[in-house]
């Protein structure tokens, strides 16, 4: 059964740092690209960041560039997002992203930036 379980979700002031963990049952993480989203309330899920299955290539939204980091930990089969320099504004349900042969989302990890 293919699920995406994400986790690393808390309550953090600005300029702080989280780390969100996206573990894949089913499927090997590594042979799909994977994608982190976000959503906030009121407001449409946003893309966050990609990384690319051939080559663990990467790209993410300008809002998150320079701060974001999408990585995998191959030994547990699971995509990591290292946040640094948190703003109010990072504030979201965060979700992973599977294309398989079909979209597969997890259930959401919450991330809250207080000011």
């Known amino acids: 059964q293919v699920q995406l379980v994400e986790s690393g979700g808390a309550l953090v002031q600005t300029g702080g740092s989280l780390r969100l963990s996206c573990v894949a049952n089913g499927f090997a993480a590594s042979t799909y690209d994977m994608r982190w989203y976000r959503q906030s309330p009121g407001k449409e899920r946003e893309f966050v960041a990609h990384?690319?299955?051939?080559?663990?290539?990467?790209y993410s939204a300008d809002s998150v560039k320079g701060r974001f980091t999408i990585s995998r930990d191959s030994h547990r089969n699971a995509v990591i997002l290292q946040m640094n320099r948190l703003k109010p504004e990072d504030t979201a349900v965060y979700y992973c992203?599977?294309?398989?042969?079909?979209?597969?989302w997890g259930q959401g990890t919450q991330v809250t930036v207080s000011s």
């Open positions: 990384i690319f299955k051939s080559n663990g290539g990467t």
């Open positions: 992203n599977a294309k398989l042969w079909r979209d597969y």
